[in-house]
């Protein structure tokens, strides 16, 4: 099956090129299969309390050591900085979970329900960044897969709303087809939507968004201070922790602590 599939870690032209044909990418093998397991683990322990059903849970970073080192990861990391440049934050992380036989979700894009994003220009600006980790084989359709409409990102019009309204499908849908441990980085904008999961065991996948500077973050209203206090000097800085500068966000606001 056809994948907009990259190597991990630098930004190339040809990832560029991809990225904003498509409005997605894909590195495969970016965890191991015993790194993606502990993830599985540790998002089993967030979701312990829960009803099962569909849903997600923020901050999931502060507790749990093994989804803390995504936040920055090698292979991910200079994506997004090659998108946004040196200069932008961590607006939230998602632990989601589908459970077992659990249906196709509703279409949508990433953005803001108070605001919509299209309405800021055309084509609908890069103002959040998902990278998310697969922590379960995906590699056929119905394990509870990512489905994007390729381009998407640059229609000058919605997705009709009798389609949206019966979660029905369309015949550009684009089934994310990908083994464990890879990751999917896609635009706000791209139309999505989560795919069936006809498997038994639950679906977790790790979602780690990146934004400009001034966007407020939506899984927390303040950082922890005990993990600001025990985290590195550059997932500090993906808080948004930084001294705010002469004017907001203008000249005294010092980039990423890239090495």
Same mark, same amino acid.
């Given at each position: 099956m056809l994948n907009?599939?990259?190597?991990? /870690?630098a930004f190339t032209e040809l990832d560029r090129f991809v990225f904003e044909s498509w409005g997605y990418l894909v590195i495969p093998d970016v965890l191991t299969t015993a790194e993606a397991e502990e993830c599985y683990d540790a998002s089993a322990r967030l979701h312990a309390a829960r009803d099962k059903e569909f849903g997600q849970l923020g901050r999931g970073y502060e507790t749990e050591p093994s989804l803390e080192r995504l936040i920055d990861h090698p292979a991910v990391l200079p994506k997004v900085r090659g998108?946004? /440049?040196d200069r932008f934050v961590l607006q939230s992380s998602w632990n989601t979970m589908q459970p077992a036989h659990g249906g196709t979700g509703g279409w949508h894009q990433d953005g803001s329900g108070a605001y919509d994003f299209g309405r800021l220009g055309y084509p609908v600006p890069l103002i959040q960044l998902r990278a998310s980790?697969?922590?379960t084989d995906q590699t056929r359709p119905g394990t509870g897969n990512m489905e994007l409409i390729p381009g998407s990102h640059r229609?000058?019009?919605p997705l009709p709303a009798d389609i949206r309204a019966a979660r029905g499908d369309t015949p550009i849908g684009h089934v994310i087809c990908a083994p464990i441990g890879?990751?999917?980085v896609f635009h706000n904008g791209v139309w999505h939507r989560t795919y069936r999961h006809d498997g038994d065991r639950d679906r977790y996948t790790a979602h780690y968004v990146y934004?400009?500077?001034w966007v407020r973050p939506a899984d927390r209203l303040t950082n922890s201070a005990d993990f600001l206090e025990r985290t590195t000097p550059m997932r500090r800085a993906l808080m948004g922790e930084f001294?705010?500068?002469d004017a907001p966000y203008g000249a005294g606001y010092d980039p990423l602590p890239f090495d």
């Open positions: 907009p599939e990259v190597a991990p /870690g998108l946004f /440049g980790f697969l922590l229609s000058t019009v890879s990751v999917l934004s400009p500077p001294e705010r500068p």
